[in-house]
């Protein structure tokens, strides 16, 4: 449960209810459940009418099951910031910035 990491991160963007979530394809937590879950993050409304503040109308993180890969686009991030070895941070912080950047969806 506790051991290191042995792969790359694996990040990928999809749109969910007219938003763009990013999810690390390669992690998958069990939630009082069997199947596993993908934990996701709001990156940005799809959405070009919806003005939003960071804190008052964007969505809570949250987990999805699996299905959530269908359709996402990966985003391509330095090999520096997605090997196993890296802090979780680091890799979420680089992936977040590729992916907001070039807005793929």
């Known amino acids: 449960m506790n051991a290191p990491r042995t792969v790359p991160y694996a990040f990928f963007v999809v749109e969910i209810d007219d938003w763009a979530w990013l999810f690390d394809e390669s992690e998958r937590t069990y939630v009082c459940s069997a199947p596993p879950m993908i934990w996701a993050e709001p990156l940005y409304s799809v959405d070009c009418r919806r003005e939003c503040d960071r804190d ?24 520096d910031d997605s090997a196993p070895d890296v802090p979780r941070d680091q890799a979420w912080d680089a992936a977040r910035e590729e992916a907001q950047a070039n807005h793929r969806i």
């Not at 008052?56 to 391509?76: K, L, N, Q, T």
Request: proline share 21%; net charge negative; aromatic share 12%.
């Open 56 to 79: 008052h109308c964007y969505p809570d993180p949250s987990y999805f099951g699996e299905r959530i890969g269908s359709g996402a686009v990966p985003i391509p991030i330095d090999p």
